[in-house]
Each structure stands twice: as C-alpha cells, then as structure tokens.
C-alpha cells in the first residue's frame, strides 16, 4: 500500500499562496490517482482536487478552480497543491490521498469517506 505524507501548511495572509507537497512512500505513486482533500473545523472531509494516473485529466471542487493547481511527478513520488488567491473560507487540515480502486470520475465524485490511504494532514490558515 501507499503511504502518503502531506507538507507545507502554514498560515497565509487573503490573497496569498502556499504550495503543499504529498510524498508517497511504500511504493510507486505510478498508475495511482491522487487527489486533495480538506476538513473544516465542524465540517465533513471535502473534495479540492484530483490528478489521474497519467497526469492528462485533472478535476477541481468550484470553490477552488482557477485558484488551486494540482500536479504530480511520479519520478519523485509527489505530488503537489498550488493554492493561490487564499481566502479565510480556504482554512482547513489538507489531506493528500493515493487510490488504484476505482475510475478517476468516480475518485472525484464519490464520498470521501469511502476511501483510504491518507496522510495525517497538513494545516492550513489564511487570515483575513
């Protein structure tokens, strides 16, 4: 199984950028889909975004299209979550995710709750 471990949270100002990192260990990220999810205090864990086993297909939530950028290199066994334009409303722990169960449409669509291979998450805060 994959292991994944999330990096590069921190606090931002509105307005700001962060870029976190998922680096895969256990084995090749190489024919996974890997994805962004986040979890708000008091909220259920969410879709942010998610890359296909080939890197061709990526996929957003509304709320951050156009603002977040998902990327992989599977020589380096990472993936990363470009976030630009933060906003308050963007604060939440970042969960990385590896997953070889299911199609990409249905990786993307289905509950969050119905997957495994996560990271302990990395917090991220965007003040006002």
């Known amino acids: 199984q994959v292991q994944v471990e999330e990096s590069g949270g921190g606090l931002a100002q509105a307005g700001g950028s962060l870029t976190l990192s998922c680096t895969a260990n256990?084995?090749?990220?190489?024919?996974?889909?890997l994805g962004w999810f986040r979890q708000a205090p008091g909220k259920e864990r969410e879709f942010v975004a998610g890359?296909?086993?080939?890197?061709?297909?990526?996929e957003y939530a509304d709320s951050v299209r156009g603002r977040f950028t998902i990327s992989r290199d599977d020589d380096e066994n990472t993936a990363h979550l470009q976030m630009n334009n933060l906003k308050p409303e963007d604060t939440a722990i970042y969960y990385c995710?590896?997953?070889?169960?299911?199609?990409?449409?249905?990786?993307?669509?289905?509950?969050?709750?119905?997957?495994?291979?996560w990271g302990l998450g990395t917090q991220v805060t965007v003040s006002s």
């Open positions: 256990g084995r090749s990220i190489v024919q996974y889909t």
């Open positions: 995710n590896a997953d070889n169960s299911r199609s990409f449409r249905d990786y993307v669509s289905g509950p969050p709750s119905s997957l495994s291979n």
């Open positions: 890359i296909n086993w080939s890197g061709t297909i990526s």
